[in-house]
């Protein structure tokens, strides 16, 4: 058995909500899962409930008339789930769970404990269990109010100079300088972020927002601020106000858990992506260590792929080759721990422990919180890199995020936004979004940039096994902290640079300099001031040029017979010598 992180006061002890008390969200629904065994062959639907193999299934009939229920397949018809089952699982993935086995009951919800032990007595099903409902791992609907900014409004500041996120590593994930290679804003990714709802009329995801793809929104206002600021960390618009995303070229689009369920949901955004695309889990759940009961403070909470259903829709996703990205928890728990291996009385007799290294991976990358550089926004939560003492942790852990003082869209939990707020929702941004929640969205926009990059080069992207290995063999290391050493694994923050250099390891070229352009004013200005030589049929940069550099290749080009020779590596500049 590992240790167990106590409770505690001091940089990073906190817990993730208002003050350390931790969020509360509206409209969580319970699910009651029924995990059917295969012989039977049941096919549920409008008309009640049949058997494909002629079987008797005459007391589930009576049963499920008797109590008023019905038996809903969780990821559609059992045929056509069948046949849409991956032929060809990605590396690392394994045998797929039969996602044909899985209903949801409908009816009877306040007779739900006493239904899973009754359902699981029948002859023809395996198993029932009552998950919990699911919320929102942090420390929409277009409505009435979306009709854009009222004329005279002032305009909003520029707030980019607070993501410290976007910058150069170790602090950042050094996605400005991967805006400077081709693909490295994420074009040509996909992106659905599973939760529950969004502000989809804000002023600043105009750009590359798809809209809902699977679900209705849950109309409440902190529901809505959550989703809000996970798109914004992603995709934020590129322009001169607010904020901007790590990937602002890739696609961003939403599912809604509510009315279906997470399972459901992660499957359905799954179907409607590609090989290579990402799918984000926004959500944590309350877990074994204080017998599955909703609080407050979140403590004991953890990533989904602990129930069986939402394991094999991940693993689901991950065969099909998409890039699946989940939120570990705040649970202040260690994954490692002894209680994790003991299965749940109702959990189907295959299910194994998902957090033990040992057994089949989900393939999905689970996603730890940590500290933010001393000092960021005026706060200090402790070293940097350090495990802040909410986010769960352990060997399953694959990479690490800010999980404090992370700026973007929305508004403060379930009030206006703290950075800026005021009556229009749409222009509201917060200073402090948190949580394993604000951490995993950076991981994402650190893999779109990635995939873009790969995809702009003709490259295959990257599956999730080459995700998961790329994130833990590269990246800025973590810290340790008082009380919580780096052996309490989060894994490292991402570092763009740093990983595209490990999938494709550039070779230095030279060259000499045809024309060149001195970029006083970059664009986008995020971007560092650059001199660009053009080398080889390419522009190459040289970012913070020195002001004798900038002056030298002015000169040589001045006088009409240039001898500029360039070292380069793919487009940025590693050496420069100058003559005459």
Not at 35 to 54: C, F, H, I, N, Y
Not at 250 to 259: D, F, K, R, Y
Not at 266 to 286: C, M, Q
Request: glycine share 14%.
């Amino acid at each position: 058995m590992t240790d167990q992180a106590p409770p505690g006061t001091g940089p990073g002890m906190a817990g993730p909500g208002p003050d350390g008390a931790g969020f509360t969200y509206q409209g969580a629904e319970p699910e009651l899962i029924v995990v059917a065994r295969a012989e039977p062959g049941l096919r549920a639907g409008a008309g009640g409930v049949r058997s494909a193999s002629g079987a008797d299934i005459s007391a589930l009939e009576m049963f499920l008339s008797d109590q008023q229920l019905s038996l809903e397949p969780l990821f559609g018809s059992e045929e056509r789930i069948r046949a849409a089952m991956p032929q060809e699982p990605s590396a690392g993935t394994g045998g797929l769970p039969d996602l044909s086995l899985f209903y949801r009951v409908r009816g009877g919800d306040t007779r739900a404990v006493e239904l899973t032990a009754r359902l699981s007595a029948l002859p023809e099903i395996e198993t029932a269990y009552l998950k919990p409902g699911a919320v929102p791992a942090t420390s929409a609907a277009r409505g009435p109010e979306d009709q854009g900014r009222k004329e005279g409004a002032p305009a909003t500041p520029d707030f980019t100079g607070r993501q410290g996120h976007l910058g150069a590593a170790p602090e950042g994930v050094n996605a400005v300088w991967a805006w400077q290679r081709q693909g490295g804003d994420g074009e040509g990714v996909t992106i659905v972020d599973v939760e529950g709802a969004w502000q989809l009329g804000h002023e600043d995801l105009a750009e590359r927002l798809a809209g809902i793809v699977v679900g209705n929104p849950i109309q409440d206002l902190a529901w809505r601020n959550h989703g809000t600021a996970v798109l914004g960390v992603i995709g934020g618009d590129r322009n001169d106000r607010g904020v901007v995303g790590l990937a602002p070229g890739a696609v961003t689009a939403a599912a809604s858990i509510q009315g279906i369920g997470s399972a459901a949901a992660i499957h359905a955004a799954a179907e409607r992506l590609s090989r290579g695309d990402i799918l984000l889990i926004e959500l944590h759940r309350p877990g074994p260590r204080f017998d599955y009961e909703h609080r407050d403070d979140q403590r004991g909470y953890i990533a989904l792929e602990w129930w069986p259903d939402d394991f094999a829709a991940i693993r689901w996703a991950t065969a099909k080759g998409v890039v699946v990205v989940e939120a570990a928890g705040n649970g202040a728990e260690s994954l490692d721990d002894a209680l994790y291996e003991r299965r749940p009385d109702r959990f189907p007799q295959w299910w194994r422990n998902p957090f033990n290294p040992s057994n089949q991976s989900s393939g999905a990358i689970l996603v730890g919180a940590g500290a933010p550089p001393p000092g960021t926004h005026g706060r200090d939560h402790g070293p940097d890199r350090s495990r802040l003492g909410f986010s769960n942790y352990g060997m399953r852990l694959d990479a690490q995020g800010w999980g404090r003082e992370v700026t973007t869209t929305g508004g403060f939990w379930d009030r206006p936004g703290d950075l800026q707020g005021g009556t229009e929702e749409i222009a509201w941004y917060t200073d402090s979004f948190s949580g394993t929640s604000s951490a995993s969205p950076i991981v994402v926009g650190a893999l779109a940039s990635l995939q873009g990059m790969l995809k702009a080069a003709g490259a295959d992207p990257m599956n999730p096994e080459q995700a998961r290995e790329v994130l833990r063999t590269t990246g800025s290391p973590q810290q340790d902290a008082p009380g919580r050493p780096a052996s309490q694994r989060i894994g490292n923050r991402p570092d763009i640079r740093a990983a595209v250099t490990h999938l494709v390891p550039s070779s230095v070229g030279s060259g000499q300099a045809e024309r060149y352009w001195d970029e006083l004013l970059p664009y986008p200005r995020e971007l560092p001031p650059r001199l660009r030589l053009f080398v080889a049929g390419a522009w190459r940069n040289l970012n913070r040029p020195a002001p004798e550099v900038r002056q030298a290749v002015h000169s040589a080009f001045a006088g009409g017979r240039p001898d500029v020779r360039v070292w380069y590596s793919d487009d940025e500049v590693v050496g420069l010598v100058i003559t005459g």
